[in-house]
């Protein structure tokens, strides 16, 4: 008697980064954020007037799915990725803010998503202070997902690789100071 097998679904492999790190941090002054706990905490400080204070991940993305797990301890930052080989400048007329280049794709926390440099408000009524989000950057499919893992609140965009080519990579840019997120 003969026995056949179903066929084979494989399941895609998730690589869950636990090694990023932030390596190269952006502002107009230095005193505005420091990089902390051996590149793993982006801190941002309070002063006069609009700061912006914006962090690249280590890795390159270029294929595979691959969560990172961030917290927010303090503020409403922005978390998404960019194109590592478009380089990080401020968008003329943005006062400074480094998430409305073309080249990024995520979301201001609880205020707004970005695509290609555009900011969309939705706005909502709780802090993110605590939470903690997992970002899932899904190179084959190039989409990009959020899920606050407190609130099981999960988003979803398409990223055009004509404005963010491969290799993606970590982008995180705190808007309002003070703030403060973590790898984990």
Same mark, same amino acid.
């Given at each position: 008697?003969?026995?056949? +097998? ?6 895609? !492999?998730?690589?869950? @980064?636990?090694?990023?790190? =932030? /390596?190269?941090?952006?502002? %107009? ?5 420091? +990089? ?6 982006? !801190?941002?400080?309070? @002063?006069?007037?609009?700061? =912006? /204070?914006?962090?690249?991940? %280590?890795?390159?993305y270029s294929s595979g799915i691959h969560h990172v797990r961030i917290r927010v301890d303090k503020g409403i930052p922005f978390l998404g990725i ?103």
């Amino acid at each position: 008697m003969a026995h056949s +097998l179903p066929p084979s679904t494989e399941l895609p !492999v998730v690589n869950n @980064v636990t090694d990023e790190k =932030f /390596v190269d941090i952006y502002t %107009s002054h230095k005193e505005k954020g420091q +990089l902390l706990d051996n590149g793993r905490t982006l !801190v941002g400080f309070q @002063v006069q007037g609009r700061a =912006f /204070v914006a962090a690249l991940g %280590s890795h390159s993305y270029s294929s595979g799915i691959h969560h990172v797990r961030i917290r927010v301890d303090k503020g409403i930052p922005f978390l998404g990725i960019r194109s590592r080989s478009i380089p990080l400048v401020p968008r003329e007329g943005s006062a400074g803010r480094h998430c409305d280049s073309p080249s990024a794709y995520g979301w201001l926390i609880n205020y707004a998503i970005n695509r290609n440099g555009l900011l969309r408000t939705e706005l909502q009524s709780s802090r993110p202070d605590g939470d903690i989000y997992t970002l899932t950057l899904d190179c084959d499919q190039r989409r990009l997902s959020l899920v606050n893992e407190n609130t099981n609140e999960q988003r979803e965009i398409e990223v055009d690789i004509h404005h963010t080519p491969f290799p993606w990579c970590l982008f995180v840019e705190h808007n309002r100071m003070p703030g403060q997120l973590s790898l984990i």
